[in-house]
C-alpha cells in the first residue's frame, strides 16, 4: 500500500510559477513510478508528466513540455512537479499518482492516487 498527499496548490498569476509536491507512505516508494495528472472542471483527467523508479527516465504531455518539470527524491519518498509559466488553461486539480508497473501516461495504469492539489491560474 502506498499513500499519496500533494501540496503546494494555490492560486497564482499567468506567467507565474508553482512547484507541486507529493509525499509518499511506505518504505517502497522507490520502487514505484510517479506520475501527475490533472483534472480540469467538466473535464477528463489528462496526463502531465511521469518519472521512472530511478528519476532517471521522464515523460510529458505536449501542453506542458517546455514548462514543467518533474523529479523525484527518494530518500524524502517525494515527487515534485515544478511548474513555470502557468497559463490559465492550467488551472485544475492536480493529483499524483503511483505505478508498480512502470510509467504510465494513462490514468488506468495507476495503481494508487493521492485526493489532489488545486491549481488555479489567474489571466
Known amino acids: 500500500q502506498v499513500q499519496l498527499v500533494e501540496s503546494g496548490g494555490g492560486l497564482v498569476q499567468a506567467g507565474g510559477s508553482l512547484r507541486l509536491s507529493c509525499a509518499a507512505s511506505?518504505?517502497?516508494?522507490?520502487?514505484?513510478?510517479m506520475g501527475w495528472f490533472r483534472q480540469a472542471p467538466g473535464k477528463e483527467r489528462e496526463f502531465v508528466a511521469a518519472?521512472?523508479?530511478?528519476?532517471?527516465?521522464?515523460y510529458y504531455a505536449d501542453s506542458v513540455k517546455g514548462r514543467f518539470t518533474i523529479s523525484r527524491d527518494n530518500a524524502k519518498n517525494t515527487v515534485y512537479l515544478q511548474m513555470n509559466s502557468l497559463k490559465p488553461e492550467d488551472t485544475a486539480v492536480y493529483y499524483c499518482?503511483?505505478?508498480?508497473?512502470?510509467?504510465?501516461?494513462?490514468?488506468?495504469?495507476?495503481?494508487?492516487w493521492g485526493k489532489g492539489t488545486l491549481v488555479t491560474v489567474s489571466s
Open positions: 499518482a503511483a505505478s508498480a508497473r512502470g510509467p504510465s501516461t494513462r490514468a488506468y495504469g495507476m495503481d494508487y
Open positions: 511506505g518504505r517502497t516508494f522507490s520502487s514505484y513510478a
Open positions: 518519472i521512472s523508479w530511478s528519476g532517471g527516465t521522464t
